[in-house]
């Protein structure tokens, strides 16, 4: 492991960058309004990220290749859709979901 | 969720996601002290990066030595959907002061971001300072937390993995889309459907040759402008 400096500067590094990420939208939007078809664009943001977000952990990555499915998370989404469509509750679906990997790891030692 | 844009309803309506922050943190904490970083360390990452994955990404890199701004930059490109979730959100708080738009920009998350663009369905697309503030510090609190839980933790847990704990945060995801997918009348429900199916094409493709630190932004993107050519072209 590298210096407890070296460490606390790559902190603060990714810190202010991750930061500006996060702020400068705010700072450029509060001067300038966006154009109807930016903000048609930018309807779709929040399913296409979570869907993404989603799906991404049910394959692994081979650079070059085709993926392979993550058999564990792809099972264990199972249960979890189900407890949000039946619940329509996120804590529902986020102790299902936890139950459902930790079963199938635990018990079928996937 | 309800219509209302208070603190207190700001506070029961972020409970769930907090649940999926402790779960994370947690997992997070343990593979930190478990890769050797001191849970001084580990916790200001949380407070000052404060970014989910790329936190894990950070602590894999120190591991193996890697130079400080190569990391830096996998922990920009790996929160890059920040500017995009961030210009999202950016015009419902056009009226608030400069610095309450800085303050609010500066910890929005992925959880927060999909609890707001939720909200907005029960609030006539309405958002506020007192709500939207309260749902972020919840969140960076527990975050935080969490994570110095898990580093005090980690000699004593080894493989958080094995407990489903990483799964709190997919699922949360999967929950978030449900959530949207049923309340948001702004789009046509099958566009949506057609949406979130071109994401799972999308994914499975762009993995093949996207790193996995662009992955998410590329496909979002691509998602957003095929709902547009769609929307114009059938619905």
Redesign the interface.
Known sequence: ??S?S??????????I???L??????????KF??SA?V???????????????????L?I?H?????SLNIP?LL??LP??LS??IS????V??????????????FLGM | MNNELTVSSAAKETLPTVFGYIGIGLAYGIVGKASGISPLMITLMSLITYGGASQFIIVSMLVTHSPMLSIILSAFLVNSRMILMSTTLAPYFQKESLLKNIILGGLVTDESFALGMNKLNYTNRKLNFAWFNTVNWFAYLAWAAASLVGALLGNFISNPEKFGLDFALVSMFIGLLYLQLISDKSIKFKLQLLVVGFVLVATFIGIIFIPANLLTLVVTLLACAFGVVMKHAFF
């Open positions: 492991m590298p407890s070296f460490v606390f500067l790559t902190i603060l590094g990714s810190g960058a991750t930061w990420s996060r702020i400068m939208p705010f700072v450029i939007l509060k309004k966006l078809g903000v048609e664009f930018l309807s779709f943001v929040p399913i296409a990220i979570m869907s993404a977000l989603w799906f991404e952990n394959f990555q650079l070059g290749q085709l993926p998370n264990a989404s979890t859709v949000a469509v329509k509750n996120l804590l679906t986020v102790v299902v979901g936890v139950i459902s990997l930790g079963f199938l790891r635990i």
